[in-house]
């Protein structure tokens, strides 16, 4: 079945990178677009960034752009998301998220905290 694992995730001053990774299994990574979101306490999940199948086009939220990069390694079958210049509003559960035919899939998250 689909499984997606993240990790990278931590404690980290303002100003500060992380780089995430999420490692999929269960289905051919390089035919699906995947994308990351977040969720913040008391706040709605929301996308954060997302990468087409061969890396063509990349789309991002409005609040990361500039500062997160997301790519992919079909071979390694991992997609990444490095965040550069990291605000205390970036606090979040950063989760994976891949929809492989009909089929929603959800990595468990990993905790971003940015704090001083």
């Known amino acids: 079945q689909v499984q997606l694992v993240e990790s990278g995730g931590g404690l980290v001053q303002p100003g500060g990178s992380l780089r995430l990774s999420c490692a999929a299994s269960g289905f051919t990574f390089s035919n699906y677009a995947m994308s990351w979101y977040r969720q913040a306490p008391g706040k709605e999940r929301e996308l954060v960034a997302r990468i087409t199948s061969t890396s063509g086009r990349k789309n991002y939220a409005d609040s990361v752009k500039g500062r997160f990069t997301i790519s992919r390694d079909n071979a390694k079958n991992t997609v990444y998301l490095q965040m550069n210049s990291l605000k205390p509003d970036d606090t979040a559960v950063y989760y994976c998220?891949?929809?492989?035919?009909?089929?929603?899939?959800w990595g468990q998250g990993t905790q971003v905290t940015v704090s001083s």
């Open positions: 998220y891949a929809l492989v035919g009909s089929i929603v899939s």
